[in-house]
Structures are given as C-alpha cells and as structure tokens.
C-alpha cells in the first residue's frame, strides 16, 4: 500500500461559490474574523494555466481563510472552461478539491496519471505551482497538489 502523494496531511479544502464577496462574509460572520481580501488569479501568460492540456485565460477570484492547520479556499470562477467553471456548472456550490503539499510536480501527475487519475488543469502562482487531478468517479473530489518553491 503505498502513498501516492508521500503526504497524507490536507492543506487546503477549495469550495466553489458563485458569489465570493457574500460566501466569504458569511464564513467571517461565522468564525467571527475578518473577511481575508478577495484576489483574482493571474492572466494565462503568467499563471501559465492549462486547462484539458490546453492553455486557458480561465481566472477566478479567490479568498483564503487560515483555519489552524488547514486552508479554506473559496473560489468564484468566472465563465472561461476550467475545473472550476466546469465543476461548478455540473455540482453546484460546494467542495471542489482537497490539496496536498507534494514535492516533485512532474513526478507526482505521471504517478497519479498511471493509476488513472488525469491530469485536469495546471498552473503557476507566486511561490509555486499546482495541479488538480480528477479523483472525483473514486473519492467523490477532486485532488489538487501544490508544490511550493523551497
């Protein structure tokens, strides 16, 4: 039995909104803390992002609540195909990805890959990369790895 990822700890849980500016209020209210300022991802010659092995101009706005040891991430995407705009025209609101920090990014989707799990979008961010692998039909999520720069 191995681990494919070499990290079982969740880092992060991504959940798809459509209006972030009101979500985002709502889990502010709800903890009692400050709404986290809302950013939106970089254009396609920055962040590189890939969506089904093609480059897209998909962006999202997103808002990033530190919650101990583990992220809580909403996502508003906005209408370019992505796994975004994709998942959350198919499920509605609501989770999207669990993340993982992975080292060997390349390694890590030719893995996932061989154990039939695709490769679905990629990208870069300040400080590092991800990739979201579709995981869904088995864990009933999607998986996304990031692997930040040391």
Do not use: C
Request: proline share 3%.
């Amino acid at each position: 039995m191995t681990n494919l990822l070499g990290n079982k700890v969740i880092t992060q849980i991504g959940i798809l909104v459509e209006d972030i500016e009101k979500v985002s209020q709502a889990y502010a209210s709800f903890f009692g803390v400050e709404a986290p300022p809302i950013t939106v991802t970089d254009v396609v010659e920055v962040a590189q992002t890939e969506f089904m092995g093609q480059p897209s101009e998909a962006r999202a706005k997103l808002a990033f609540f530190d919650m101990g040891s583990l992220q809580l991430e909403l996502i508003e995407p906005d209408q370019h195909a992505s796994t975004w705009r994709n998942y959350l025209n198919e499920h509605g609101e609501g989770p999207h990805h669990i993340a993982f920090e992975i080292e060997g990014m390349k390694e890590k989707i030719q893995l996932l890959n061989e154990q039939g799990f695709a490769l679905q979008q990629k990208g870069e961010y300040t400080g590092g990369r991800y990739a979201y692998m579709d995981t869904f039909k088995e864990l009933k999520v999607l998986i996304e790895l990031l692997e930040n720069d040391k």
